[in-house]
């Protein structure tokens, strides 16, 4: 069974910093590329970061870039995200989310395709 | 542009069909992916790619794709399929983009 398991959450005051981890298992994982997704209270998905399975390529939201980083460490089958220069804006429940692809005759999606249950950052004064 | 935009609200009676719309420059290029998700729970894929669905997904939730406007229908709407939905593509970049989100209310 794929379980994404995040953990890391906490609150912190603005500027602060924090690290999110996502244990993975019942899969494969340094053969799947991942994502972090967030959710701020009320409000919809909002893609943050990706990462390749083999962390040759990583891209981020423009709204995180120069503050998160993404990293894995596929031998200890786990994903991170570290958060600097946070925001009050940053406060969100944070996924993580296994990437499939899939190309038919004219077109690919990109599904993600299990997710975790989510870790709560909570960035106030 | 970038963003998916949805309908943020629609309504449908139990037993009858629902369709949710996306819309969107990347989806001239790209498949929509759908989600799911209810009140304090993770989202969960409910469709992809040019129409399907993973495993355990009932077959009333089926998709398509014209031009830059991707659907979701439901079809025989359940009272436990009211959440919120929403799209995802990929962007100009080529990084994720998601909808803005439609609740989807079983009368």
């Known amino acids: 069974e794929v379980q994404l398991v995040e953990s890391g959450g906490r609150w912190v005051r603005p500027g602060g910093s924090l690290r999110l981890s996502c244990a993975a298992s019942g899969f494969n994982f340094n053969n799947y590329n991942m994502n972090w997704v967030r959710q701020a209270p009320g409000k919809g998905l909002e893609w943050v970061a990706y990462i390749g399975s083999s962390s040759y390529t990583i891209n981020y939201a423009d709204s995180v870039k120069g503050r998160f980083t993404v990293s894995r460490d596929n031998a200890k089958n786990s994903l991170y995200l570290q958060l600097t220069g946070l925001r009050i804006e940053d406060t969100a429940i944070y996924y993580c989310?296994?990437?499939?692809?899939?190309?038919?005759?004219?077109?690919?999606?990109?599904?993600?395709?299990?997710w975790g249950q989510g870790t709560l950052v909570t960035v106030s004064s | 542009s970038s963003d998916l935009t949805q309908d943020p609200a629609v309504s449908v009676a139990l037993g009858q069909t629902v369709r949710i719309t996306c819309r969107g420059d990347?989806?001239?290029?790209?498949?929509a992916s759908w989600y799911q998700q209810k009140p304090g729970q993770a989202p969960i894929l409910v469709l992809f790619?040019?129409?399907t669905r993973p495993s355990g997904i009932p077959d009333r939730f089926s998709g398509s794709r014209s031009g830059n406007t991707a659907s979701l229908t439901i079809t025989g709407a359940q009272a436990e399929d009211e959440a919120d939905y929403f799209c995802?593509?990929?962007?100009?970049?080529?990084?994720?983009?998601f909808g803005t989100g439609t609740t989807v209310t079983v009368l």
């Open positions: 989310a296994r990437q499939e692809t899939y190309c038919s005759s004219d077109s690919c999606s990109d599904p993600l395709d299990y």
């Open positions: 790619d040019k129409n």
């Open positions: 990347s989806l001239e290029t790209y498949y």
């Open positions: 995802h593509s990929r962007d100009s970049s080529d990084n994720h983009v």
